[in-house]
Structure formats: C-alpha cells, structure tokens
C-alpha cells in the first residue's frame, strides 16, 4: 500500500488490492531472475578470498538498503528492511504518513525467515544450475525478488489491523491471553487461500510465457513453471504473512 491509499483509511478492499498488485510483481520478479542460472559464486562467501568477508549479493543488499534509506526509503511498515542495523540517517524530510497501524507495527518482521526460504528453497526450484558470470545482474534480479516478497508478506499488518477492527472482542480475548494458536486459526480461510493459490499460478502461466508467432505452436511454453509459483504462495508467503499478522496483533493492545 503507499501514502495515498493509507490517507483514504484503511479498507478491506484497498489491502485486497495491494496484496493482488504484489502477486504482479512477484510473479514478474521471479521471471526476471530466471533468465539467468543459479551462479552460485554470488552466494558464496570466499568469492573475494578472505576470512570472514560477506557474499557478494549480502554487500550489495546492504549497500543498496543503505542508498534507500538516505532518500527517504523504509518509511511504509511494509517497506522492511533486511539489514536495519546498517541503514544510515535520511538525507531527505521525512514523509508525514497517516499512522494507520498500531505505533509498535514496526518492529515486526520476518526478513531472516524470507531470506533463508528464498536462497535455501525458492531458488533451486526456478533457476537453472550454472555459472554465466553474470553475478551483478544476479544479485540486483535477487534483491528485487526479495523486496517484492518481503512488501508482500510484511502488507499482513494492514490485514491483521484490518481484521482487528473488524471483531474487536474477538481478537482482543485471543490477543490478552496470548494465545497464538487461536489467532492462527482465526486469520486462517482455506477457500481464500486456495484462491489466492490458482490465481497466482494463472498469473504466472500468462506472464512467463514464452510468446511465438509459431500458428502450430500449441503449447506455450512458460519461463518459470507456474507451479513453483503456486508452491511458493502455499508453503512460505501465506503462511509467513499470517505469522506477520499474529505477531501484529499480539502487540495490538501494548
């Protein structure tokens, strides 16, 4: 969500919106990435061949959050940074935001979790194996994936905020006895999931196809397998948003 929908109050439909328009880029992130293998060597911290020295894709995320941050960046409570200690003062004012979600919303984030399922599980599922040496365009496409799923999956304080408002009593007994369990099961609809799942599968089988004037080509064939996209949505982005919005509400009455 930006500034502008924020100012309109917070809204079902304006959170379903965002959380759709994120399905969009994430979709497009991973199809970006995928037009290279996995060259390894990014990852790999002996790369610059001493003891102790951080992976080429851990300096350029922090040198990148960094020039966010001096212009302003990390404002929204869905832009999360994934190194928070590193980032320097903004050089520009500060944007007046409506505050919109409880004053503590900021200190909640699941970046490590995202950073660990996006290097350890997502990547092998749709990158090649190789080495093309093309390890700046890499890591520039992996920072991008990893922004586009952090706003995603960090845009469940609105939800949670959302579905506060909406039962109060509700929430507010499960929150007081910090029953996490309870919340789980509240924040959790299986019919919608399992629409959000098809319709990011649908998405991807449209915009990583590969497009040919061919009239016999029958089969298009897709730059990253739709089900990957499907998988990711099932296993880590539903699941980690919902660990957002129960982390979220437990602080909700702070």
């Excluded at 994430?26 to 990852?43: C, D, G, Q, T």
């Excluded at 029958?218 to 948003?241: F, G, N, R």
Aim: aromatic share 8%; hydrophobic share 40%.
């Amino acid at each position: 969500m930006d500034s502008t929908e924020e100012s309109k109050g917070l809204t079902l439909d304006a959170v379903r919106d965002a959380l759709i328009r994120d399905e969009d880029s994430i979709v497009f992130s991973l199809v970006e990435r995928a037009r290279f293998p996995r060259n390894a060597p990014a990852y790999d911290p002996s790369l610059f061949g001493g003891v102790g020295e951080r992976a080429l894709v851990d300096l350029y995320v922090r040198e990148a959050e960094a020039l966010r941050a001096k212009v302003g960046g990390y404002q929204l409570p869905e832009e999360v940074p994934f190194f928070p200690k590193d980032l320097p003062s903004p050089l520009t004012p500060l944007q007046k935001n409506p505050q919109v979600l409880h004053p503590t919303s900021a200190s909640v984030s699941v970046n490590e979790a995202i950073w660990k399922m996006y290097f350890n599980d997502l990547l092998p599922l749709f990158t090649v194996e190789g080495d093309d040496g093309n390890y700046a365009s890499t890591v520039a496409l992996d920072l991008v994936c990893l922004q586009a799923l952090s706003r995603r999956i960090h845009t469940g304080k609105y939800v949670a905020e959302v579905k506060f408002i909406d039962a109060p009593h509700d929430y507010g007994r499960a929150i007081q006895a910090k029953d996490r369990d309870t919340l789980m099961k509240m924040l959790t609809f299986a019919a919608v999931e399992q629409r959000v799942k098809s319709r990011v599968e649908k998405k991807a089988s449209i915009f990583a196809q590969n497009v040919t004037l061919d009239e016999c080509d029958d089969e298009a064939k897709c730059k990253i397998d739709p089900l990957v996209v499907s998988h990711l949505y099932d296993q880590w982005v539903m699941p980690l948003t919902k660990l957002v919005e129960v982390e979220y509400l437990l602080q909700r009455l702070d």
